[in-house]
């Protein structure tokens, strides 16, 4: 299991709380790749190959594998197996049902036996919920990150309705904290909420936060550190497009590299102005 406490030391060792997101869109990929067999496999394995050292976590995404149907699913088994042992490995599927569907989403996630994977931590939508996400915390060694306040611009829709425990995204991070296993529970908190983060810490001092929207969506990295750092750095941020479709030419690993190295180096500066390295 990645433990909180491997977590904090692989930021430590790495200086980096950067999660490469392995958003793969094949339309976007360098044109040569698609000659190979498994062309979204070999543009992920490059990008892993050229990444692994200044990140602490991949996130594939679900719907640009499910998007090809089986042979999408034997690219992200395939994608799976690939990742670095010391990163975790995030399934961005965003699932939520009723509790025995849960628990067979669960089981083709994290059960290495059904579909062939078995992912660190699943995203997970809270609206239907705690029987909508029992069935994921109740594997041990594995995490649960719930939408708390998501990066779209759509989460003024709901996330921002007020409830007698505030706002709907607070509600959410105070009920979840309730639930069984909740020290397995992570948020997903977008970039581009960073002025929020200062609430979110209230009611979810200690957990990671799972942060997209730097990069392509313009959040800003400082601000998130700002706002929501905690004494133990407490963020995992991704930036997906920016960094995977940094170039779409033959070099296109050695510009994802570049551009997750320039997040290194700003993630790197905050940690030092921090003192947690
Ligand atoms: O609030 C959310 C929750 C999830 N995401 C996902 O993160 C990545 C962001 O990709 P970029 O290319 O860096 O914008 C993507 O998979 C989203 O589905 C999010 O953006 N916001």
Redesign the pocket.
Known sequence: MISRQYLVDQIKQKKSFLCV?L?TDVEKIPEFLKAYPDPIFEFNKRIIDATRDLCISY?P?A?FYEKHGVSGLQSLIATWKYLPADCLNII?A?RGDMGNTSGMYAKAFFDESAAGMSFDAI?LSPYMGHDAVSPYLEYKDKWVII?AL???AG?KDFQYLTTEHGFLYEAVIQKANTWANADRIMY?V?ATKSTEFTNIRKYAPDNFLLV??????GGSLADVCHYGMNKDCGLIV?????IIYASNGQDFAEAARAEALKIQQEMQAELEKAGII
């Open positions: 997101g958003d996130k995404n719907a961005d965003k995203t939408l998501t990066s779209s989460s997903v977008g997209p929207g730097v990069g392509a969506q991704n930036a997906s497009r920016s």
